[in-house]
């Protein structure tokens, strides 16, 4: 008799059946139910909502089980490790689980919060896998006294591993990719202003004493972009396509060494220059280790890229204090007023600097952006020019709110021009 996952894969279970799968109803052993509640979690538009609902409320000692069960399935293993998904009190069991690919917690490393650093940073496997720790060592969020136990961590392992020689003589580092020296002490590749000229203090200090009852509430709030540091820092932050070189089970020391020095060697051949993700790690490191007062500063006194970054920052005082910055170019209030991932705070404050609403680009951009609040869209809309209408009565992201009334400002616009 086929299983249960067999038949819904095969797209053979009846709907009355699906919706009985999606609540974790069937009956059947408890690693097919978690199985199969994945797969549609993963797989199933229909019923995958309730799917990962379900998994969500899961019994957290079957789901334990799961975890530490290195029989359990690859694709269930994937899920439960994956930061959208993780519960916190499976970590530790599925750090040890050898059936967690490496390659998993290797990604799940680059982005894992303080609370899961530290869990991380108390497991055997990942203190003895120098892939592991070289990706959370690139985590925005690691700490400076875990940065250093990080660093002696990769020296330990290092000592411990046979040198493996690389082509082209003595060692190589990646270009751009930030090291440590003898000492252990971050070597950072530079990250050149892109403006020039002092913010005058006084401009700080009146936004510091405006908002001064707000920062001391916020003070020790982190840095939490919008949107979350995954999509922050970009897909190209970490290639996957390294992770995919990783040992599915783990691996012993030596061969994490060889495989880095096969890394290095390719990197060598290709000669390429040096790499934005590691000039952007270090201001994400720079910015990490800032409370609100200090991010507020470098808002108003940073660089394009550190203005680009704080602009998504979760605490409200921090944001605006971009707007604010003296330095700051239409052309990124352009960028701004289009982003999905800011808060709404932010998409509100930029029509009310005068300077922003001179520039059409920036008006048109927020009435475009769906993300804007359906009352300050709807009047922007009438400083539009009739071929923007058009475009956004048939953008369908926007609200449909939205797009009928630019369908119906564009014709009488139309109209309008014809009578001429």
């Not at 303080?114 to 070289?134: F, Q």
């Amino acid at each position: 008799m086929p299983r249960q996952i067999d038949l819904i894969r095969a797209s053979k279970l009846p709907s009355n059946m699906m919706q009985f799968a999606a609540k974790g109803a069937l009956s059947v052993p408890p690693d097919e139910n978690m199985e199969i509640l994945v797969y549609l979690a993963k797989h199933n538009k229909i019923f995958g909502d309730v799917a990962r609902m379900t998994l969500a409320g899961w019994d957290e000692k079957a789901s334990l089980a799961a975890a530490s069960d290195p029989k359990t399935a690859r694709e269930v293993l994937d899920y439960l490790i994956a930061p959208e998904n993780l519960r916190p009190k499976l970590l530790p069991a599925l750090l040890e689980n050898p059936s967690v690919a490496e390659s998993e917690l290797a990604k799940f490393a680059i982005s894992a919060s303080p609370e899961a650093i530290a869990t991380m940073l108390r497991s055997p496997r990942v203190r003895a896998s120098a892939s592991i720790l070289d990706c959370l060592r690139a985590n925005p969020y690691l700490k400076s006294d875990e940065a250093s136990a990080v660093a002696e961590l990769l020296r330990e392992n290092k000592s411990e591993a046979p040198s493996v020689p690389v082509a082209g003589g003595g060692p190589h580092v990646d270009e751009g990719i930030a090291v440590d020296d003898a000492e252990g002490d971050e070597i950072a590749a530079p990250v050149a202003s892109d403006e020039a000229g002092e913010v005058p203090e006084e401009a700080i200090s009146a936004y510091l004493a405006e908002h001064a009852t707000e920062i001391a509430v916020e003070q020790d709030k982190p840095f939490q972009p919008v949107g979350g540091i995954v999509e922050l820092l970009g897909p190209d932050f970490f290639p996957v396509s390294e992770n995919k070189e990783m040992t599915e089970t783990g691996g012993d020391a030596e061969k994490a060494a060889a495989e880095s020095a096969s890394s290095a060697s390719a990197a060598a051949a290709k000669a390429r220059p040096a790499v934005k993700p590691a000039q952007r790690d270090n201001t994400m490191q720079k910015i990490n280790r800032l409370d609100v007062k200090g991010r507020i500063q470098l808002a108003m006194k940073g660089n394009k890229e550190e203005r680009s970054i704080l602009i998504r920052d979760g605490t409200k005082v921090v944001a605006l204090a971009v707007l604010d910055a003296p330095k700051i170019s239409d052309g990124e209030v352009e960028k701004f007023a289009l982003q999905k991932n800011v808060l709404e705070a932010v998409l509100r404050q930029i029509p009310l600097k005068r300077r922003f609403m001179k520039n059409y680009i920036v008006v048109r951009n927020l009435v475009s952006n769906p993300r804007t609040p359906l009352d300050l869209g709807l009047g922007l809309m009438k400083h539009l020019l009739l071929k923007d209408l058009k475009n956004i009565s048939a953008n369908k992201e926007v609200s449909e709110t939205v797009r009928n009334l630019a369908l119906k400002m564009y014709k009488q616009k139309l109209d309008a021009a014809n009578k001429k």
